[in-house]
């Protein structure tokens, strides 16, 4: 998401000319699900004054005092055609979303004046566009209930000990993973960042140690920003703003790797399941 971002600030200044929703039930309004009516309202005659980013969700905000915020779920994929442009594409398209777009996974549509256009395919259909009041911002519980970012000027190493200390019977995996504690770790991110400080997925926070906790912090952020660099690890779905797979992948030491040799000891990488997500890690490295 954080590269969608930097690419989307392309279309600040431009206005929106039409709306099309072929899918009113992945669309809200004023917590109101599937109004076509206000949701176009709004949109149409708006231009985007500014584009951010938190965590997994790109928020657009808008000329007439509203925002639009924008999350892709698990399949989720946004297309930005202009003429005379390469496709700038980002999210998570599945080897059918390749297909010439639209397509029958599009299910909104924006077109703006200059012609240029914005598409939004989900192929599961859980990712969602919210619309509200810019006053009403700070009262969206995706938003204000999100942790803090890894590379957050105020995540510091002191900030995680303490934030550790806070939840000390709870399991590291599952800590890095909820996006209340700390947004913006994925699995994929998570397993590699506890195999880089050699801490089993299932230790509890509070038995952690000072050094452990230092090179899980420095591991979280180092892995994730080598990722962005290369444009992501393309873990089944993902591809880049280019529409080009992310060259991350052959970088990873225990994601996927079950029944693999362990880069450290040559012992063989171990798959467990922690909260419904499956965790990889190798049983002798990490303790």
């Known amino acids: 998401m954080k590269q969608l971002n930097v690419n989307y600030q392309k279309k600040i200044g ?8 072929l899918k009113p039930k992945l669309i809200y309004y004023n917590g109101k699900r599937g109004d076509v009516k206000s949701f176009k309202k709004i ?4 231009r985007i004054k500014n584009v951010q980013r938190r965590a997994k969700i790109l928020l657009f905000e808008l000329s007439n005092g509203y925002f639009f915020i924008l999350h892709l779920k698990m399949t ?7 003429k005379g442009e390469k496709d700038a594409t ?5 080897p059918s979303l390749m297909n010439p777009t639209p397509n029958k996974w599009t299910h909104i549509t924006i077109f703006f004046t200059d012609k240029s256009i914005l598409y939004f395919n989900d ?3 859980f990712g969602y566009i919210k619309i509200f009041k810019t006053s009403e911002l700070k009262k969206q519980k995706e938003l204000n209930l999100l942790g803090i970012e890894p590379f957050d000027k ?4 002191n900030i995680l000990i303490n934030m550790l200390l806070d939840r000390p019977k709870t399991k ?8 209340h504690f700390i947004s913006g770790i994925g699995n994929i991110y998570a397993d590699e960042s506890l195999y880089f400080a050699n801490i089993h997925p299932t ?4 038995k952690l140690q000072t050094a452990e906790i230092k090179k899980l912090y420095m591991g979280v952020k180092s892995i994730i920003l080598k990722s962005i660099t290369m444009g992501g690890t393309s873990a089944n779905t993902y591809v880049t703003l280019n529409g080009k797979k992310g060259v991350y992948k052959p970088f990873l030491k225990v994601y996927g790797k079950e029944g693999e040799p362990c880069s450290k000891c040559q012992g063989n990488i171990s798959r467990i399941k922690l909260g419904g997500r499956s965790s990889h890690f190798c049983p002798d490295c990490q303790n």
């Open 14 to 21: 431009r206005m929106i000319k039409d709306v099309e929703i």
């Open 43 to 46: 949109l149409v005659g708006a």
């Open 76 to 82: 989720g994929q946004l297309i930005l055609r202009a």
């Open 90 to 94: 980002g999210g998570h398209p599945w």
């Open 123 to 125: 192929i599961r259909q």
């Open 154 to 157: 105020k995540f510091t190493l």
């Open 172 to 179: 590291i995996k599952q800590l890095l993973l909820d996006q």
């Open 203 to 206: 230790r509890l926070a509070g």
